[in-house]
């Protein structure tokens, strides 16, 4: 069982409701297995380790950090190299006006003081881009005030998608990252692989462009009624939106 985190299965607000903690807990008491699969750092995992009693695992930073909720500790890692990330930033700044950039590290982050911050990071304060770029990184976002998300992928991808995975999460100008050929999928098949679990058995919930690669790689596919048309598109199924607790409605009829 394999579900992204927000606008997935937390709420907008970012909580954990109840009835959706329940349902987590039914997966490994019935012998399941359940994996967290996310865009978030491990940073920003702290309230729903808590809030499922550190159950699972967690795929972190869109399949560059595998983190153990029960351990709250980085376990694997696939990092993008300092000069390919010096590229990247360089390539995408010569051709892309009014880019800010920020990156996750395993443990910590850095960004640009034009980088717009919000939520946990809002009081942080801003670094030059040579620190931002001096040491490998989990994820490389790039921050745009005015394109639309879909419209900056894909002039990423265009201009430097031979050097790394460029996906989004966001409604807004947002492009996150990966070292090239990461992503949630292939963090999600090799964790499987591991533990002897086809993807013909795998259910996959997912909101966002992100989540694409997992849920074409899962067995069984799940988007939340609120999803990106994208993703939409792409499932086997639809279930009701992430304020209803459509992930946990599902759980429940396969675990009864």
Sequence with gaps: MATDLDGTALRTDGTVSPRTASAFAKVEEYGGMLVFVTGRPPRWMGGVAGAVRHRGLAICANGALIYDLHTERIVESHLITVDVLREVVAQLRANVSDLAFSVEYEVGF??????????????????????VTARPCAKLLALHPGMDPDELQDTVHRLVGHLVTATHSSRKGLIEMSAQGVTKATALAALAGQHEIRASESVAFGDMPNDLPMLSWAGTSYAVANAHPDVLAAVDHVTAANDEDGVAQVIERLYR
Excluded: I, P, Q, Y
């Excluded at 850095?110 to 620190?131: I, P, Q, Y």
């Design 110 to 131: 850095a960004h640009e003081s034009d980088f717009l911050l919000g939520g946990l990071d809002k009081h942080t304060r801003g670094v030059c881009v040579d620190s």
